[in-house]
């Protein structure tokens, strides 16, 4: 019996962190998308806005940025639908970041990993979408709790 791929959507802040930290957690997941063990999504708007913070404050590392995207095989989700842009809304204030939840929901991954506390982590107990909200770190300690290669 195979094991599921769990599907992770990817917040602008853990693209950033891959790009500006080889070693960190964030990075160590787009090693797990290389070699399969996850499925890496992220919405158009995180991928323009991650585009956007390497090209405004480290552009030497853009070609870092695309070699991660695609060595990652990461998969750019669908745009929102109205009604899901709402439920997100109805739970974040802050526009940008109900955005980025929205294409979370239309993603409909298994976990939505960030660094960002005061809209994500520290309010995830608030969230009831059907996928966990977490760090990297906390996403590859799950992983090898119950990751078992085929």
């Known amino acids: 019996?195979?094991?599921?791929?769990p599907r992770v959507f990817l917040d602008t802040s853990v693209i950033i962190a891959a790009v500006l930290s080889p070693s960190g957690g964030a990075h160590q997941v787009f090693?797990?998308?290389?070699?399969g063990v996850l499925d890496l999504i992220a919405g158009p708007n995180v991928i323009?806005?991650?585009?956007?913070?390497?090209?405004?404050?480290?552009?030497?590392s853009l070609?870092?940025?695309?070699?991660?995207?695609?060595?990652?095989?990461?998969?750019?989700?669908?745009?929102?639908?109205?009604?899901?842009?709402?439920k997100a809304q109805s739970h974040l204030l802050y526009t940008p970041e109900a955005h980025v939840l929205a294409e979370a929901l239309a993603a409909q991954p298994d976990w939505f990993i960030t660094h960002d506390k005061e809209h994500f982590l520290n309010r995830r107990s608030n969230f009831q979408f059907g996928f966990e909200i977490g760090t990297p770190g906390g996403l590859i300690l799950a992983i090898k709790e119950t990751y078992r290669p085929s």
């Open 48 to 60: 323009r806005e991650a585009d956007d913070v390497v090209r405004r404050n480290v552009p030497a």
């Open 63 to 86: 070609p870092l940025l695309a070699q991660l995207l695609a060595a990652g095989r990461l998969i750019t989700s669908k745009i929102p639908t109205k009604n899901q842009i709402e």
């Open 31 to 35: 090693q797990l998308g290389e070699i």
């Open 1 to 5: 019996m195979t094991q599921k791929k």
